[in-house]
């Protein structure tokens, strides 16, 4: 993985295609959450403290009329109705501010993402990206990735008694390690079925030229003549 391009590095959003940039444009066209959680938490603060001074006031009269002698049934009312008002209120407040904080952290990540995505090359690799959301460092690059030898092929065929033309398999040689990089999968596949095909067009090669040395060769048809006599 290469390092952080600099800011300033002219062809750094050469490679964007229309979609790409109409995905990054979508990203930063959002609303502004994290503004939005400031004015709303400092309106749910206004209102339930609002509400808490309404309903102290409630429960403060309704004890009043109570040491008075007074009917009790509507003080009682009033008092429940604030009591009620502030949890409403509360749990409201509590609810919009959390779905904000949840839509703020999920616009931020992905700015952040994007942000550290437009200063890298087209290809990124998966440990760093996982890395990079976890907040650690890179694992360190094994040497097998860092270089990508041709595998060396084996080409097994059958004895010549058999059949004229040798059937030729092309198999990959074992890696030292045991394990293939799956990443060179598709790159060694290739470079199989390449050699695969080079290997039965040299094999067909000289199936036509041993025929054609065989008919037109007098000693092969002195050898054939002798055989039919005897």
């Not at 309404?54 to 009312?77: E, M, V």
């Not at 092929?153 to 198999?171: H, I």
């Not at 470079?191 to 065989?214: G, H, P, Q």
Request: aromatic content about 8%.
């Amino acid at each position: 993985m290469s390092d952080d391009r600099s800011e300033e590095d002219p062809i750094m959003d050469l490679w964007y295609s229309n979609w790409e940039q109409q995905c990054v444009e979508a990203i930063e066209a959002e609303p502004d959450y994290e503004n939005q959680l400031h004015s709303e938490k400092e309106l749910y603060s206004q209102q339930i403290w609002t509400g808490f001074q309404t309903t102290a006031s409630a429960i403060a009269q309704l004890y009043k009329d109570r040491s008075q002698g007074a009917s009790l049934w509507l003080p009682f009312q009033t008092a429940a109705g604030t009591v009620t008002s502030l949890y409403k209120d509360s749990v409201d407040g509590m609810r919009r501010c959390s779905e904000l904080g949840v839509e703020m952290g999920r616009q931020k990540r992905s700015k952040e993402i994007m942000n550290w995505a437009r200063k890298k090359r087209r290809m990124i690799r998966r440990e760093d990206l996982l890395a990079y959301l976890a907040g650690k460092p890179p694992p360190p690059r094994p040497h097998s990735h860092r270089s990508s030898p041709k595998p060396r092929m084996m080409v097994c065929g059958s004895p010549p008694s058999q059949s004229p033309t040798a059937s030729m398999v092309v198999t990959p040689t074992p890696t030292p390690g045991g394990e293939t990089d799956p990443e060179l999968h598709t790159f060694r596949e290739a470079i199989a079925l390449s050699e695969l095909e080079e290997t039965f067009l040299v094999c067909n090669t000289l199936a036509r030229y041993t025929s054609l040395v065989k008919v037109e060769s007098p000693t092969y048809a002195r050898i054939c003549c002798v055989n039919t006599i005897g």
